[in-house]
């Protein structure tokens, strides 16, 4: 079984598969060096629901042992209680050194079943097989791991990098339509910081088509994003430099997030409001961005009527009140061209203001 390719990390280099079914994964031949008679499962619950029983299949092509612990679906399941149910879960049925740990689902799962595996025994066996398009093409590489701490987001966690990554895009068949478009803000992400022709092909497969499921194109295009992703975390594994240039319009987009409660939008239409406002940003430092390659996607999104109300003076307080700030000013990922990213702080805040309003009249447009 050939790796599409390797993800190579100081800590670990680990293969990662993109495939068009599970039945393409044999687990007996990646699982030898774990050589464990017991298998924990850790599946979503809705990919439980619909997958479960090709998961055991493939499964039981390594052992008869299966342990399955069901995470609910929700952003909620990042939690201290969840974490502790499932180390609870891997202790109580036996879990040693040496027994894998497969995370199959989103980011969700992906995140805490990393953390658990990261913290059980100081480290078992992990096997990240991401389910939504945002996982396979960001979350489940790079060995970030991690949950929710009431004090904010993601506080809690590990750089913990698993074994093998296994893309099956057959999984997609069932992911809702707002879940494509989590991942499709994270894609266009990767075109603006790295790949200006990927802008392109999601214009193929999501604006041109009806549907995105099954596209010819999709494989691709998932190989192209895991791949930037994989690059940028090999030279800066513990984001000390680099990988910042990943969270190119995420601090626009954490403000949206967290002013609204993490309600009424979702990650995925923060990013794209965040990025549009990111490049009219860089525009306004000097730039001359053609922006209409990012704003054409704008008819995918169906934004809540109530994120228009939000006020730019509002959000720039949210954006100073970010836990994860370390400087005074702000600190942004910005564009010199697509594909030219640059990290720079900037408190200048009208032009910042400027930046929120451009990105609100276009999603108030019907463009
Ligand atoms: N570790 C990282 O580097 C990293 C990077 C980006 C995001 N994240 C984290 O990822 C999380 C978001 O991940 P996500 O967008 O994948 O969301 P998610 O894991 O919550 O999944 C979204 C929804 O899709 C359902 N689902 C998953 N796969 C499905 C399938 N194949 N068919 C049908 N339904 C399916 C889930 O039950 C859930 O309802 C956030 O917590 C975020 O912080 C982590």
Known sequence: ??????????SRNYPLFIRPSVKDFQLNKLLNSASSERLFIIVDQHVEQYHGEEIRKMAGGFTDDLRTYVVPSGESSKSYEHWKDLTDFLL????????????????????????????????????????????????????????NHTM???LLGSFYQPDAILINTGYLSTLPRKE??????????????KDESIFQTCEEIFLKESTAVGHSLLEELIRKCAKIKADVVAADEKESGLRMILNFGHTFAHSLENSAEYKNISHGEAVFIGMVAATRLSNQLGASIEMDVLEKFRGLYEFDPSIGAYQADDLIRAMYSDKKRMTENLKFVLLQDWAAPYVKECSETDIISDAWNYAFDLIQSSK
């Open 1 to 10: 079984m050939k790796a599409d390719f390797s993800v190579q990390t100081p």
């Open 92 to 147: 109580n049925n036996g879990a040693r050194r040496n027994t894998p740990v497969l995370a199959i689902g989103g980011g969700v799962t992906g995140d805490l079943a990393g953390f658990a595996a990261a913290t059980v025994m100081r480290g078992l066996p992990l096997i990240h097989i991401p389910t939504t398009l945002l996982a396979m093409v960001d979350s489940s590489i790079g060995g970030k791991t991690g949950i």
């Open 152 to 154: 904010g987001k993601n």
């Open 180 to 193: 494509w478009i989590n991942g499709l803000s994270e894609i266009l992400k990767y075109a603006a910081i």
